[in-house]
């Protein structure tokens, strides 16, 4: 089993930036994928972005350009920096990552990131 703790949400002024962080129970070094989704009210939760093994990386086109993810193999983390923030970011963030000799992935517990003024 594998555990996937978030942390960094919070509430920020649109225009805002916050970076989240998955730390992960096990080595993210031998990942396959690696990815943030969120949920916001009344909404079904979405893929922000992603990065594969290889380092490739996709993002929502809502979020491309203000968003980055980003890995750190000695932590085992996964980071979402989040640039810009518009009241519609605000959602319920998850991070997920699976492993190939893993059949299912990990979810995290959820962060919470709320933009408002």
């Known amino acids: 089993q594998v555990q996937l703790v978030e942390s960094g949400g919070g509430s920020v002024q649109p225009g805002g930036s916050l970076r989240l962080s998955c730390a992960a129970s096990?080595?993210?070094?031998?990942?396959?994928?690696m990815a943030w989704y969120r949920q916001g009210p009344g909404k079904q939760r979405e893929l922000v972005a992603q990065?594969?093994?290889?380092?490739?990386?996709n993002y929502a086109d809502s979020v491309k350009g203000r968003f980055t993810i980003s890995r750190d193999n000695a932590k085992n983390t996964v980071h979402l920096q989040m640039n810009s923030l518009k009241p519609d970011d605000t959602a319920v963030y998850y991070c997920?990552?699976?492993?190939?000799?893993?059949?299912?992935?990990?979810w995290g517990q959820g962060t919470q990131v709320t933009v408002s003024s």
């Open positions: 997920y990552i699976t492993w190939p000799t893993m059949a299912l992935g990990f």
């Open positions: 096990r080595t993210i070094f031998s990942a396959y994928r």
């Open positions: 990065m594969l093994s290889g380092g490739s990386t």
